[in-house]
């Protein structure tokens, strides 16, 4: 009766799998897009205006240069201020009577979309890492059988199969733990966390860093100074470079005659920016550099797990561990222990963690050269965050990324003289590279931390072959460490890794019995098996 069907199948769609309840769309799925819908429409400028509008030109700034202004440096309003034009308001944004009283300052504005963007982030964790525990257990199990054409999948080899395997897991309680393995593993979390993890995020902040409809263009120098234009003072302030006299904060107090130097003659030392240009390229150049360990890590190790574990991930493996599979698998560790390329193998990961170690350092380092004393200047900003002071941490974070500098232009007159003009220019990127390098601070020290300990336990793992051996044991629990010992030539360092590697992508049934078949195949002396451990 079902053959009948087969001329309409091509209209029979396949449903979605469903590996979660209606509660978890909700609050994963339905959020997520709800959220990012909110984020779209914030950048919707044509239908709801730009994002900061202050009126017209005054005198001879023109209106572009006062909207940049306010939005770099903060808009306020008088504290009981409630937004509504009333009688009892002297104008918008504050009350009544003198302008000595507080100012509340509504430094969320211009982070809003970011806002949005993380909440967003927060709800889709859990689906994320679901996806990534779930890893396609029911994919694999219901593959072909989620049709209404379902027969010719469902064959007795398929049935038997099947159950065989919901038997095996129940003696194993696997459907409590184990997760099946789409994406092979062939390192371990911190490489993962230092690599992978590290790169997502700084490119995060290299696209955050050309969202100009958010946070204005990199640089702006007010109006036209006479017959030069803008455009060429800023183009002029750009290539040149801009600077503050040393001691200026950035921030515009009764101690500041002017924006871009402290009160005085103009004769202090002068600290040039020469970092704000490129400061794009170092978040990219950091990136490059904590993705090369795992770029040569793939280079060298070349799919050999891959090739090893192929068919073997799966809950339905018994059609793939064949008994001349397996003496071909136990073959190559035979051939590979003679000739000690796993020891080599395992050198060649130990390599990599090494870099990524050097990477982080030299990337503190690196940062430490570019701003001139980053670590020490930083702490009293980052110092701030605790009290929840944001006064201080203004005025700290702009000793290094100030928020206005100044820039010398010069210009030859009519008759060929030089004139000299002094332009201040708003730099509206780094407000948002404070708040990136403020994070950077923390998690730059936590990355270096992690390198770290990733390679002290290594060495550690490295000197003891007892240790190697509990690991193995650790991974499958139904041999004894006498054949683990056996089936790793007395714990070698290269075997351990390879083995290790194929412990966390293998089928643990698989993996148990490569074990016992290595174990007779590489035997040391009786006396030596397990009395050392």
Same mark, same amino acid.
């Given at each position: 009766?079902? $053959?009948?069907?087969? !001329?309409?199948?091509?209209?029979?769609?396949?449903? #979605?799998?469903?590996?979660? $309840?209606?509660?978890?769309?909700?609050?994963?799925?339905? $959020?997520?897009?709800?959220?990012?819908?909110?984020?779209?429409?914030?950048?919707?400028? +044509?239908?709801?205006?730009?994002?900061?509008?202050?009126?017209?030109?005054?005198?001879?700034?023109?209106?572009?240069?006062?909207?940049?202004?306010?939005?770099?440096?903060?808009?306020?309003?008088?504290?009981?201020?409630?937004?509504?034009?009333?009688?009892?308001?002297?104008?918008?944004?504050?009350?009544?009577?003198?302008?000595?009283?507080?100012?509340?300052?509504?430094?969320?504005? +211009?982070?809003?979309?970011?806002?949005?963007?993380?909440?967003?982030?927060?709800?889709?964790?859990?689906?994320?890492?679901?996806?990534?525990?779930?890893?396609?257990?029911?994919? +694999?199990?219901?593959?072909?059988?989620?049709?209404?054409?379902?027969?010719?999948?469902?064959?007795?080899?398929?049935?038997?199969?099947? &159950?065989?395997?919901? /038997?095996?897991?129940?003696?194993?309680?696997?459907?409590?733990?184990?997760?099946?393995?789409?994406?092979?593993?062939?390192?371990?979390?911190?490489?993962?966390?230092?690599?992978?993890?590290?790169?997502?995020?700084?490119?995060?902040?290299?696209?955050?860093?050309?969202?100009?409809?958010?946070?204005?263009? !990199?640089?702006?120098?007010?109006?036209?100074?006479?017959?030069?234009?803008?455009?060429?003072?800023?183009?002029?302030?750009?290539?040149?470079?801009?600077? &503050?006299?040393?001691?200026?904060?950035?921030?515009?107090?009764?101690?500041?005659?002017? =924006?871009?130097?402290?009160?005085?003659?103009?004769?202090?030392?002068?600290?040039?920016?020469?970092?704000?240009?490129?400061?794009?390229?170092?978040?990219?150049?950091?990136?490059?550099?904590?993705?090369? !360990?795992?770029?040569?890590?793939?280079?060298?190790?070349?799919?050999? /797990?891959?090739?090893?574990?192929?068919? *073997?991930?799966?809950?339905?493996?018994?059609?793939?561990?064949?008994?001349?599979?397996?003496?071909?698998? &136990?073959? %190559?560790?035979?051939?590979?222990?003679?000739?000690?390329?796993?020891?080599? %193998?395992?050198?060649?990961?130990?390599?990599?963690?090494?870099?990524?170690?050097?990477?982080?350092?030299? #990337?503190?380092?690196?940062?430490?050269?570019?701003?001139?004393?980053?670590?020490?200047?930083? %702490?009293?900003?980052?110092?701030?965050?605790?009290?929840?002071?944001?006064?201080? %941490?203004?005025?700290?974070?702009?000793?290094?990324?100030?928020?206005?500098?100044?820039?010398?232009?010069? #210009?030859?007159?009519?008759?060929?003289? *030089?004139?000299?003009?002094?332009?201040?220019?708003?730099?509206? *990127? #780094?407000?948002?590279?404070?708040? =990136?390098?403020?994070?950077?601070?923390?998690?730059?020290?936590?990355?270096?931390?992690?390198?770290?300990?990733?390679?002290?336990?290594?060495?550690?793992?490295?000197?003891?072959?007892? *240790?190697?051996?509990?690991?193995?044991?650790?991974?499958?629990?139904?041999?004894?460490?006498?054949?683990?010992?056996?089936?790793? $030539?007395?714990?070698?360092?290269?075997?351990?890794?390879?083995?290790?590697?194929?412990?966390?992508?293998?089928?643990?049934?698989?993996?148990?019995?490569?074990?016992?078949?290595?174990?007779?195949?590489?035997? =040391?002396?009786?006396?030596?098996?397990?009395?050392?451990?």
């Amino acid at each position: 009766m079902l $053959n009948s069907l087969k !001329p309409i199948k091509v209209y029979l769609v396949r449903r #979605n799998l469903n590996t979660t $309840n209606w509660p978890f769309k909700l609050l994963c799925r339905l $959020n997520v897009g709800i959220l990012l819908f909110f984020v779209a429409l914030m950048t919707l400028n +044509q239908f709801f205006g730009s994002p900061i509008d202050c009126g017209s030109d005054v005198g001879s700034i023109r209106k572009d240069s006062i909207e940049s202004y306010c939005w770099v440096m903060g808009l306020y309003v008088q504290k009981g201020f409630t937004g509504i034009v009333t009688n009892k308001t002297a104008s918008i944004g504050y009350i009544t009577g003198p302008l000595t009283g507080e100012r509340i300052y509504l430094r969320y504005y +211009q982070w809003l979309i970011l806002v949005y963007f993380g909440l967003a982030a927060s709800f889709s964790f859990p689906s994320v890492l679901w996806k990534i525990w779930e890893n396609g257990r029911v994919k +694999q199990l219901c593959d072909g059988l989620d049709v209404p054409l379902f027969e010719k999948n469902w064959t007795t080899e398929r049935r038997a199969e099947i &159950v065989g395997y919901f /038997v095996w897991s129940g003696i194993r309680s696997t459907h409590m733990l184990y997760a099946l393995k789409r994406n092979l593993n062939t390192t371990n979390w911190p490489f993962k966390l230092l690599c992978r993890l590290n790169v997502g995020i700084l490119l995060f902040f290299v696209a955050l860093m050309t969202l100009n409809q958010f946070f204005g263009s !990199p640089i702006d120098c007010g109006s036209d100074v006479g017959s030069i234009r803008k455009d060429s003072i800023e183009s002029y302030c750009w290539v040149m470079g801009l600077y &503050v006299q040393k001691g200026f904060t950035g921030i515009v107090t009764n101690k500041t005659a002017s =924006i871009g130097y402290i009160t005085g003659p103009l004769t202090g030392e002068r600290i040039y920016l020469r970092y704000y240009q490129w400061l794009i390229l170092v978040y990219f150049g950091l990136a490059a550099s904590f993705s090369f !360990p795992s770029v040569l890590w793939k280079i060298w190790e070349n799919g050999r /797990v891959k090739q090893l574990c192929d068919g *073997l991930d799966v809950p339905l493996f018994e059609k793939n561990w064949t008994t001349e599979r397996r003496a071909e698998i &136990v073959g %190559y560790f035979v051939w590979s222990g003679i000739r000690s390329t796993h020891m080599l %193998y395992a050198l060649k990961y130990f390599i990599c963690q090494v870099i990524l170690f050097i990477v982080s350092i030299i #990337n503190i380092w690196f940062i430490e050269i570019i701003f001139s004393g980053f670590w020490t200047k930083y %702490y009293h900003a980052v110092a701030a965050l605790y009290p929840f002071d944001y006064d201080t %941490y203004v005025e700290q974070t702009a000793k290094i990324f100030p928020r206005m500098a100044k820039c010398e232009f010069i #210009n030859y007159g009519a008759s060929g003289s *030089l004139q000299k003009l002094d332009a201040l220019c708003l730099l509206p *990127l #780094n407000m948002v590279n404070e708040k =990136i390098f403020t994070f950077l601070f923390f998690w730059l020290l936590l990355m270096v931390i992690v390198a770290t300990l990733s390679l002290i336990w290594s060495c550690v793992v490295a000197c003891s072959s007892c *240790l190697r051996i509990y690991i193995l044991k650790a991974q499958t629990h139904e041999i004894s460490l006498g054949q683990i010992r056996r089936a790793t $030539n007395n714990g070698s360092l290269g075997d351990f890794f390879i083995l290790h590697l194929l412990g966390k992508n293998m089928n643990p049934y698989v993996f148990k019995d490569l074990l016992i078949e290595l174990s007779k195949y590489k035997f =040391i002396k009786k006396t030596d098996e397990i009395e050392d451990c």
